[in-house]
């Protein structure tokens, strides 16, 4: 029984990090809306194993991955957000006041977080 628990377990991890990995080569590729959110994604879905495996096995490699992830998802943060917020602009049926500026500052923090 427990041999094939473990054995599910791998093969999880095994499909997480492959995932994780496509997605990450899609990301440098290009860096789209939708592939900085599918790697977001696959990134969550590879902690969630990783976490499972951190609970059975407190081994190292597993925690140092875990903060490796965690430190992407947290460099992406603001680049998503800016991504968000000019999807979010081109869906505004009564745009605010100042629209050009406020999309200019977005683009340009775009920018900025794509090279960071």
């Not at 081994?59 to 943060?77: M, N, P, T, Y």
């Not at 049926?93 to 406020?102: G, I, R």
């Amino acid at each position: 029984m427990s041999e094939m628990i473990d054995q599910t377990l791998v093969v999880a991890l095994d499909q997480r990090w492959q995932g994780y990995r496509s997605q990450l080569k899609v990301c440098r590729h290009e860096f789209t809306e939708e592939a900085v959110h599918d790697l977001r994604v696959s990134a969550r879905r590879l902690l969630a194993a990783l976490d499972i495996v951190r609970i059975l096995d407190s081994h190292r490699g597993a925690q140092k991955s875990r903060r490796i992830l965690k430190q992407l998802l947290d460099d992406l943060d603001d680049l998503r957000d800016a991504q968000v917020m000019l999807l979010e602009m081109t869906k505004v049926t009564e745009p605010p006041a100042k629209p050009q500026a406020f999309q200019e500052y977005l683009q340009q923090r775009e920018a900025r977080f794509r090279l960071e």
